[in-house]
């Protein structure tokens, strides 16, 4: 207990006792107790460093006290490098930042109008690829057409053992010609497997990609939606998806981002996601959406705080910027493309460092 007490202490998360003057047998009673104030001072460590506040010394927590102090540092520095990269805007920033499984949004220059948990791809299987894009659409009551790779892998084999599947979970399957059936015979499900036919699901209760998509063209088919599992959002650590990021609060996302659009005001965002109805919106406003990943960030109050580099992307990074560092490219505007380069290269699974 002395010993927690000092690190915390070392680290700002406990402030000094009140001086007790010749009062030895105290100062020693107090520095082996692990009171009140004690546990609050390793709460509020844990909440600094993304777990659990539970004000217990865990497996977790015990892991996060014993990380050394240069490698904190190395999150400040590689967190720093990766903020370069980020766009310069001056109009609606949609900000994701992947191990902190936080959204920032605003519509002006260092704006943040709104904040909310996300969740994103899992670690080691399907993780969020980090890149900028504009959105381009928003889709209210949105189809959620199923993956080939989701299909293939999960859904494929569960609808061989039950035939009543697509069904119960509001699917149909569009065959060439834009024929649409919910019978999935030998031939059907055949042409599933061979891409001639695609799986999606109906909007609705239950859908995946609950009530609103927000829209951003690229090459990996990501984009930001709505969930039919909220539950997860009260997880601590969130990486649970196939690589699109979860919003837990995408209707106020949505009118944040159609603020100032005349034919979308708030009451007409509600009447339409009430309707049931697909309905396609491409708001007149430039807005960037940014997916980053910084392991080191500062709050609104200036409490530094890290995140769990689930991705390892940290150390990737680190000899990125090592061999950048050691081989300067020249020409104008290199320092850009090679941060462009280096996002695609440092969050593609079994991409070379």
């Known amino acids: ?23 030895a047998d105290d100062h020693e009673r107090i520095a082996e107790t692990f009171d009140p104030g004690l546990e609050a001072a390793v709460a509020r460590f844990q909440a600094r460093h993304g777990l659990e506040v539970d004000g217990l010394v865990g497996r977790n927590t ?26 310069r805007e001056t109009g609606a920033l949609v900000l994701v930042n992947v191990p902190e499984f936080r959204l920032d949004a605003g519509l002006g220059p260092d704006a943040v109008d709104l904040q909310s948990r996300v969740v994103v791809g899992r670690s080691g299987q399907s993780e969020t690829p980090l890149f900028q894009g504009r959105l381009t659409r928003l889709e209210l009551n949105p189809y959620w057409n199923v993956p080939h790779g989701i299909m ?15 069904r119960r979970k509001r699917m149909e399957i569009v065959r060439a010609g834009g024929v649409i059936t919910q019978q999935a015979d030998a031939a059907v499900i055949q042409e599933l497997r061979r891409g001639r036919a695609r799986l999606r699901q109906l909007p609705g209760p239950g859908n995946a990609l609950g009530r609103i998509k927000f829209v951003l063209p690229n090459h990996r088919a990501i984009f930001l939606h709505d969930t039919s599992q909220p539950q997860l959002f009260s997880r601590t650590r969130r990486d649970f998806s196939h690589g699109c990021v979860r919003v837990e609060q995408p209707v106020a996302l949505a009118k944040l ?34 997916l980053t990943y910084m392991t080191a960030t500062v709050d609104g109050n200036g409490m530094l705080r ?45 991409s070379a460092a």
């Open 152 to 166: 293939r892998d999960e859904i494929l084999p569960r609808l061989r053992k039950d035939p009543d599947l697509l």
């Open 62 to 87: 015990l892991a996060e006290l014993n990380t050394p102090l240069r490698a904190r540092i190395a999150s400040v520095e590689m967190s720093l490098e990766r903020l370069r990269w980020l766009p």
């Open 257 to 290: 981002l159609l603020r100032g659009e005349t034919r979308w005001d708030e009451a007409r965002v509600d009447a339409a996601l009430a309707s049931g109805e697909r309905i396609v919106i491409r708001p007149r406003t430039n807005v960037t959406v940014a």
């Open 306 to 350: 890290f995140h769990p580099d689930i991705y390892g992307v940290d150390e990737r990074t680190r000899e990125r910027v090592a061999r950048w560092q050691s081989h300067p490219p020249a020409g104008p505007d290199t320092e850009r493309r090679l941060a462009r380069g280096w996002i695609r290269a440092l969050t593609t699974p079994g």
């Open 1 to 23: 207990v002395s010993l927690l007490r000092s690190r915390l202490r070392f680290l700002g998360d406990l402030q000094d006792p009140p001086d007790l003057g010749e009062q």
